[in-house]
């Protein structure tokens, strides 16, 4: 099976790693925030045989470059990188797929390359906002706020706390407790790696990153789409309320023309973590899509 990977050269300089496996039409997947590219392999694993899987970290994630100037990166910063990928891969007739906040970086993309895509597809995703209903609490903006604040002004201790947390159990069964995730099906492991990474990186970095991503909107993209679009969500999401899914689902359905080209898939008891817990529902699900629509 043909494997490619490298790194690219976005805007502003910063090398993007990426990894393309297989032969075919592209399969373009964008990361949720702070999430590293392996949580993809499931998806690769089913589809690499017949299409082509490009995955890629953002900057500050993976392999990826970390900017020196931690507190100006944006959000749009990740759609300059995403644009970059395809660019320098030469991607056409695309399958987009964006994961939780990665469908706000795959919207902006497809909004700089319309022609480029063939299809879309939000895995438990939002079109903007992606904290501001974490949990639907009221107060869910000023907890990522005093977040931001503790890891600027005391970067140490923050990545102090979270070397802590990440190696004891607590996170794994908390997450359980909360409903974040599901620990009969969540791997450990998996969740290990998602943790790890994310302790890697910089605390000043990510508390920049989850404040560039509630200030970012892509919703105004979401009538503009003119490619079959499927919608992916989880009845128990605590992230991206199945409310936001529907409401994308709705504005996506109003397109002219658009009568069946937009399909909203509910998983039934699935949480945000969908993606590591039943990854078959999801390709089996991106695939029907994928046949109804002959892409």
Same mark, same amino acid.
Request: glycine share 8%; aromatic share 12%; hydrophobic share 40%.
């Given at each position: 099976?043909?494997?490619?990977?490298? *790194?690219?050269?976005?805007?502003?300089?910063?090398?993007?790693?990426?990894?393309?496996?297989?032969?075919?039409?592209?399969?373009?997947?964008?990361?949720?925030?702070?999430?590293?590219?392996?949580?993809?392999?499931?998806?690769?694993? *089913?589809?690499?045989?017949?299409?082509?899987?490009?995955?890629?970290? *953002?900057?500050?994630?993976? &392999?990826?470059?970390?900017?020196?100037?931690?507190?100006?990166?944006?959000?749009?910063?990740?759609?300059?990188?995403?644009?970059?990928?395809?660019?320098?891969?030469?991607?056409?007739?695309?399958?987009?797929?964006?994961?939780?906040?990665?469908?706000?970086?795959?919207?902006?993309?497809?909004?700089?390359?319309?022609?480029?895509?063939?299809?879309?597809?939000?895995?438990?995703?939002?079109?903007?906002?992606?904290?501001?209903?974490?949990?639907?609490?009221?107060?869910? &903006?000023?907890?990522?706020?005093?977040?931001?604040?503790?890891?600027?002004?005391?970067?140490?201790? $923050?990545?102090?706390?979270?070397?802590?947390?990440?190696?004891?159990?607590?996170?794994?069964? $908390?997450?359980?407790?909360?409903?974040?995730?599901?620990?009969?099906?969540?791997?450990?492991?998996?969740?290990?790696?998602?943790?790890?990474?994310?302790?890697?990186?910089?605390?000043?970095?990510?508390?920049?990153?989850?404040?560039?991503?509630?200030?970012?909107?892509? *919703?105004?993209?979401?009538?503009?789409?003119?490619?079959?679009?499927?919608?992916?969500?989880?009845?128990?999401?605590?992230?991206?309320?199945?409310?936001?899914?529907?409401?994308?689902?709705?504005?996506?359905?109003?397109?002219?023309?658009?009568?069946?080209?937009?399909?909203?898939?509910?998983?039934?008891?699935?949480?945000?973590?969908?993606?590591?817990?039943?990854?078959?529902?999801?390709?089996?699900?991106?695939?029907?899509?994928?046949?109804?629509?002959?892409?």
């Amino acid at each position: 099976m043909r494997l490619r990977q490298g *790194y690219v050269r976005s805007q502003d300089g910063t090398r993007i790693a990426y990894q393309a496996i297989g032969k075919g039409r592209p399969i373009f997947c964008c990361n949720g925030l702070g999430v590293p590219s392996y949580f993809w392999r499931h998806l690769a694993g *089913y589809f690499a045989n017949r299409y082509q899987v490009v995955t890629w970290s *953002y900057r500050g994630h993976g &392999r990826s470059d970390t900017p020196l100037e931690l507190f100006q990166v944006r959000y749009e910063d990740f759609v300059a990188d995403s644009c970059a990928v395809i660019e320098a891969l030469d991607l056409r007739r695309i399958i987009g797929v964006g994961h939780s906040a990665g469908f706000q970086v795959l919207l902006g993309c497809y909004d700089k390359h319309p022609k480029r895509f063939a299809g879309l597809s939000s895995f438990l995703g939002t079109a903007g906002n992606a904290l501001r209903f974490f949990f639907d609490w009221p107060f869910s &903006r000023a907890l990522f706020d005093l977040h931001y604040l503790l890891a600027v002004f005391f970067p140490r201790q $923050v990545r102090l706390m979270t070397e802590l947390l990440v190696r004891s159990p607590i996170p794994y069964y $908390v997450g359980g407790w909360l409903n974040i995730l599901t620990t009969g099906l969540a791997h450990k492991a998996d969740i290990q790696k998602y943790l790890d990474h994310i302790a890697a990186m910089d605390p000043r970095f990510f508390a920049t990153m989850t404040q560039g991503a509630e200030a970012h909107s892509a *919703y105004r993209i979401l009538g503009k789409v003119r490619v079959p679009t499927l919608c992916i969500a989880s009845e128990h999401d605590r992230f991206v309320p199945l409310r936001i899914a529907r409401a994308m689902h709705r504005a996506l359905s109003k397109r002219s023309g658009s009568k069946g080209r937009a399909e909203l898939f509910v998983i039934t008891r699935g949480t945000h973590a969908a993606l590591m817990e039943m990854p078959d529902v999801l390709n089996l699900r991106l695939e029907q899509f994928l046949t109804r629509h002959k892409l």
